[in-house]
């Protein structure tokens, strides 16, 4: 078991101590005014929001400060567009605010002089405006996003390096930003004090940061296998079997602390992989044909305690491999959080356990399978621009978008939704050996209306990045040292490992790649986010876990600043087997796990989780708390894959227009105390499942289930699973609801349509909408 680290008082003290000492010992002096500006700010009649913002990027910025004389605190500030904040609370009018600042440039450390601050006794002024991507230098053009915390607000601004006035420029949408020059804004509000100015400039065309050289062949770190077709069978057999043994069981490794990567370099294996939790397979050739596997890649319900059942198989993956199966068929019997991607099965394919008892998975994309696909017990699925031999089984909700040899569209009966294309995909990023014996990341290029494998042709359509360009994450790095490499323009590969965060991550960098082997699992302490992402174009984010830390954060990832609007329609942001999870290893807390701002971002199999079992003490309605798994208010956003459950309040909540969804799979929470505590603000009993907000004009979605299990309490009951606007714009198709094991009820399906959820695990079904 990892052993946590607790907080203690005194402990930042002390660390600012050793801080100043080590400033000292080093001959560091105290910085210089012309390295920051600084300010307080009321913006209550209790509260200030101290700010500072260093001219140059600095990895951390920590305030100290005393009210009043008192106890001297110490925090780490939260960085947002280049300015580092701290609210102090508890204030009274009058109250002196003694403080000063430690912050890091280019390496040594520094401290500021002290300064003062009076809290007045007025209602409070506006927060000053932040910029998003922070001011700096651009080799291109940039797009600027202005936000203030204070809601309700305007802003006014200035490109021409001009103070701003209540009669500047009405901010609307991002400000372009296509030649260097300074920005300025204020934030204005009725009855408050208008903001201080707040300023950034940008130097578009001059030497953007460039990432360090790095390995072209790296150290991957001591959870990482790479297999190379010279060694003995026996010997990568004897690895494979190990680590297959520590992942294995459901009881202890579930919720365990192991992570590890098998990865196969190109030429032909006779092995067999189980793969367990945590563990991902992946092949190092450019395109599936060019690794082999004689033998099986497998998963399967192999556990006593499983009970012939593969419901709680989460957490691994298999992507860019042939496979010969020793018995002409491949098992890969899977629940949620396991991805089968770029998979190339010369036989049949098995997505239930060999004993026939239940799973509920699942995901598979950009595959070919040559024989039979069949489901059997699997309660859902979904899959993407693949091809199949042939399609057998259905139990509630089975979706295909761009598939060859897919069933055809026959919800309810059977329960199949196809589409014959999918609108917009783009394969995941993914690691590979050159002829050189060099590694890269490949980056799939972009397809609209797609159907079929991305490497039907031969070779998949795209460009790659060499290594030298990426910074391997390995166990014991900091959430600083993985700043100052996005900083400083490097992408970042997560091997397999936990890693604790006690900053934001931010990516703030078009284009960027966020690649994770081997489920990295980034856990947010101290109520930090997890990692933000700018409104920039082509940021890829794959093979991630966030795992909610013991302290409540407001979001785990955030893709776009509040307000996003630039359009991103030729190089969208993509988020690909990305997972949340909310309790169960630890007790967590995220009001919200995935908020997504920018306009035509691509989610692309995630799965949100709030626990519903785990390790003792980790998971219940007060031990493990979250509102919502996906918020999404940006434009022209698509979901493929959507997996969303448990959560307390609404499951997803989708503001912007023109969006859409592919496949959709919920389970509402099952620990719902009682009814007087889950009813949504409508006044009706409990929260949907998917709401699509009134404002919305234009929405569509296809082949959608959802779930109750009020174990809790079965007298409780939700209203409905789907709630949306009444307008011809909004269309849903092949919609469900069933209650397992008659646990509560659900009463309609959409809106008011649709009968209650009966006894015997039946489903109610809705074709169409309206």
């Not at 930042?12 to 080590?22: D, E, Q």
């Not at 992989?273 to 690794?291: K, M």
């Not at 294309?421 to 609209?448: C, E, M």
């Not at 940021?539 to 509040?562: C, E, I, M, Q, W």
């Amino acid at each position: 078991m990892r052993k946590r680290r607790t907080w203690r008082p005194g402990a930042l003290v002390a660390s600012a101590a050793l801080a100043l000492s080590a400033l000292v010992a080093t001959g560091g002096t105290a910085s210089a005014a012309a390295d920051y500006t600084q300010g307080a700010t009321q913006v209550s009649t209790s509260q200030a929001q101290v700010s500072f913002t260093p001219t140059t990027v600095a990895r951390y910025v920590d305030i100290h400060y005393q009210v009043n004389g008192g106890g001297q605190q110490n925090l780490r500030m939260t960085e947002s567009g280049g300015t580092w904040r701290q609210t102090v609370g508890s204030l009274s009018t009058g109250a002196l605010l003694d403080y000063w600042f430690t912050y890091e440039k280019s390496g040594p450390q520094y401290d500021t002089p002290h300064f003062t601050y009076t809290h007045g006794g007025g209602t409070g002024s506006v927060a000053a405006p932040a910029f998003s991507p922070g001011g700096g230098t651009y080799a291109t053009a940039q797009t600027v996003t202005l936000s203030t915390a204070t809601s309700g607000a305007t802003i006014r601004y200035t490109v021409d390096g001009s103070t701003p006035t209540a009669s500047s420029t009405l901010y609307s949408a991002p400000i372009s930003v296509p030649s260097s020059r300074t920005v300025k804004a204020i934030a204005l509000k009725s009855g408050l004090t208008t903001s201080a100015t707040a300023t950034a400039s940008y130097t578009i065309g001059g030497s953007a940061a460039t990432c360090p050289t790095q390995s072209d062949t790296p150290d991957f770190g001591p959870n990482t296998r790479v297999f190379d077709p010279s060694m003995p069978a026996a010997t990568i057999q004897a690895r494979l079997d190990a680590d297959f043994a520590a992942q294995k069981d459901t009881l202890t490794a579930q919720m365990g602390t192991g992570r590890v990567a098998h990865l196969f370099k190109p030429g032909t294996y006779a092995v067999r992989d189980n793969v367990g939790y945590y563990t991902s397979v992946a092949g190092l050739g450019q395109n599936p044909g060019d690794v082999v596997i004689n033998g099986d890649i497998t998963v399967d319900a192999f556990n006593e305690s499983d009970q012939g059942v593969a419901l709680q198989n989460f957490w691994r993956s298999t992507e860019n491999l042939a496979v010969n199966p020793s018995s002409g068929a491949t098992r890969w019997a899977v629940a949620q959080a396991a991805p089968f991607r770029r998979m190339d099965i010369r036989g049949s394919l098995q997505l239930y356990p060999a004993s026939y008892g239940f799973a509920s998975g699942g995901y598979i994309a950009d595959s070919k399978v040559s024989g039979q696909t069949a489901s059997v017990s699997q309660q859902q699925w979904y899959t993407r621009d693949s091809a199949y031999g042939s399609w057998a089984g259905g139990v509630w909700n089975m979706v295909f978008s761009g598939t060859s040899g897919a069933p055809a569209n026959t919800f309810p009966n059977p329960p199949e939704t196809t589409l014959a294309t999918t609108p917009v995909s783009r394969d995941v990023p993914y690691l590979y050996v050159d002829g050189a014996g060099k590694y890269r990341v490949f980056q799939p290029a972009l397809r609209t209306n797609a159907s079929g494998p991305s490497w039907a042709s031969g070779s998949t359509p795209g460009t790659s990045l060499p290594m030298s360009q990426f910074f391997v994450v390995k166990p014991g790095a900091t959430a600083s040292s993985i700043n100052t490499a996005l900083a400083s323009g490097c992408h970042l590969l997560f091997t397999p490992g936990i890693y604790h965060l006690d900053q934001t991550l931010n990516v703030t960098r078009a284009d960027t790649v966020v690649l994770g082997i081997g489920y990295p699992t980034l856990i947010p302490d101290n109520g930090v986010n997890a990692m933000q992402v700018a409104d920039v174009d082509g940021v890829r984010l794959k093979g991630l876990l966030f795992d909610a830390g013991t302290t409540n954060s407001a979001a785990l990832l955030t893709v776009g600043p509040a307000g996003s609007s630039a359009s991103h329609a030729t190089n969208p942001t993509t988020i690909q087997d990305v997972f949340f999870r909310i309790g169960g290893a630890i007790a967590g807390k995220a009001t919200t796990s995935l908020v997504v701002n920018s306009a035509n971002a691509v989610i692309d199999h995630i799965w949100a989780w709030r626990a519903d079992h785990g390790n003792a003490g980790t998971w219940g309605w007060t031990q493990a708390t979250g509102d919502t798994g996906v918020i999404v208010n940006g434009n022209n956003v698509l979901a493929t894959g959507l997996f969303v459950e448990h959560y307390q309040k609404y499951q997803v909540i989708w503001n912007g227009q023109n969006g859409r969804t592919i496949f959709f799979q919920n389970e509402m929470p099952y620990d719902v105390p009682n009814q007087a505590s889950w009813r949504s603000p409508n006044g009706l009993n409990g929260y949907a499942a998917y709401k699509v907000a009134d404002s919305v004009t234009s929405h569509e979605a296809w082949g959608l289930g959802s779930y109750c299990f009020f174990n809790v309490n079965p007298s409780v009951s939700a209203y409905h699973a789907f709630e949306v606007p009444n307008t011809p714009g909004v269309r849903m198709h092949n919609l469900l609801t069933v209650s397992l094991n008659y646990q509560g009820t659900i009463t309609h399906v959409i809106n008011d349509v649709g009968g209650v959820t009966p006894p015997g695990t039946v489903p109610v079904n809705v074709v169409n909408y309206p």
